[in-house]
């Protein structure tokens, strides 16, 4: 029998994490139960509040009918497999490997924010926005990366949606004003976006560890104009801790290259995830589906894929060790991430990672909310 880490009521005193560290026992063992999926269960009523659960409550398969193999939904998602291959290969709907995606996803989204919670920055950073687009041309995405010069490791990113750009015929005009009509993009998005992502990823830097932090970006104007607007920033920038280095887009993209880390991020994206390859038939139909996705890809990459896969000594050490974060907090992370149920109450969320888990990013000509089961949004 697996005992429960917490009472599934938010409203309980035995619902957050440091209440049940202080009294470990808040629990009644009331019976079992039999199910299809998982054989016999066990009950549980909480002491505190009376509310009834049971082992399934608490787990990542909560509410499912069919147990499917999380290890290697993640393990396509990283490969380029699309939802329609994941399904016939686990005999299922694509609606099935969607919903453990939204699962592990939010897992992965807990998992990262636990990790570097308290997480000291050592190193400079490089950010820069990675095109792609949503349902089709005429809506093009930006998503800003803010990736460590050194490790490699992706701190965070965030998604907005662009008007589209470049040039076109007189009929794609027309038909670009006609869907302007119906869905017209956020004007300044794009500088909204990249000031959300310095801000979500500032509280790591700790000054008396890191007196000194750059930002490597390129020459865009758009992040120019979002420093100005973080009041951090700024201080810093008059104190002369703080630089913005701006480097021309179009240098040689090797390892030498000052913008090799997000260089890198935008080739691997490209390579590992089906709906960002060009041309693709697999582009992204619904924006939350489609971060839902990256969430498990910076997840996989940060933590398990080996910072350098092509050298002479089999180094396996990842990008989470070369960004000099708790290894063991890490390793916790990955035993129970495929099993374990993360309560959105429990978590210490930027906004954006909010906005993924509760699938709030609008999908262009997509009408009414994305819908989001109600255990996960408890809390």
């Not at 830097?205 to 890191?210: D, F, G, I, R, T």
Request: glycine share 4%; proline share 4%; charged share 30%.
């Amino acid at each position: 029998m697996q005992e429960p880490e917490c009472c599934p009521n938010p409203d309980c005193h035995f619902h957050w994490p440091d209440e049940e560290l202080r009294f470990p026992r808040f629990w009644i063992n009331t019976g079992t139960y039999q199910t299809k999926v998982s054989g016999t269960v066990q009950r549980f009523r909480c002491s505190y509040c009376g509310k009834g659960f049971s082992e399934r409550t608490n787990s990542i398969d909560y509410f499912t009918k069919k147990s499917l193999d999380y290890i290697e939904i993640h393990r396509a998602v990283t490969a380029a497999e699309s939802v329609a291959s994941m399904a016939r290969k686990q005999r299922c709907h694509p609606d099935s490997i969607s919903n453990r995606i939204d699962r592990l996803g939010r897992n992965a989204l807990a998992s990262h924010a636990r990790i570097i919670n308290d997480m000291v920055l050592s190193e400079d950073l490089c950010a820069d926005g990675f095109e792609s687009f949503d349902c089709s041309q005429y809506h093009p995405n930006n998503i800003n990366l803010a990736v460590g010069v050194e490790s490699q490791f992706l701190y965070g990113f965030t998604h907005c949606t662009l008007r589209r750009k470049g040039r076109m015929t007189e009929a794609q005009k027309e038909k670009r004003a006609k869907i302007e009509t119906v869905f017209k993009p956020e004007p300044g998005a794009l500088v909204k976006s990249f000031k959300e992502l310095i801000e979500n990823v500032l509280p790591l830097w700790y000054e008396p560890a890191l007196p000194n932090l750059c930002l490597r970006t390129d020459e865009h104007k758009s992040y120019v104009i979002a420093l100005k607007k973080i009041i951090r920033i700024q201080k810093a920038k008059d104190k002369g801790v703080f630089t913005h280095v701006q480097y021309s887009s179009t240098l040689e993209r090797t390892i030498q290259c000052m913008l090799f880390a997000v260089n890198y991020w935008d080739r691997e994206l490209r390579k590992d995830i089906a709906a960002f390859r060009r041309e693709s038939t697999c582009h992204t139909r619904n924006v939350s589906n489609g971060l839902m996705r990256l969430v498990l890809y910076q997840f996989w990459h940060n933590y398990t894929k080996p910072h350098r896969v092509k050298n002479k000594e089999k180094d396996l050490r990842t990008h989470a060790l070369m960004a000099r974060l708790d290894i063991s907090k890490v390793e916790r992370e990955r035993a129970t991430l495929y099993s374990r149920r993360s309560y959105i109450s429990h978590q210490l969320l930027n906004p954006e990672e909010r906005r993924i888990w509760l699938k709030k990013h609008v999908t262009p000509l997509k009408e009414g909310d994305n819908w989001v089961p109600k255990f996960a949004r408890l809390g």
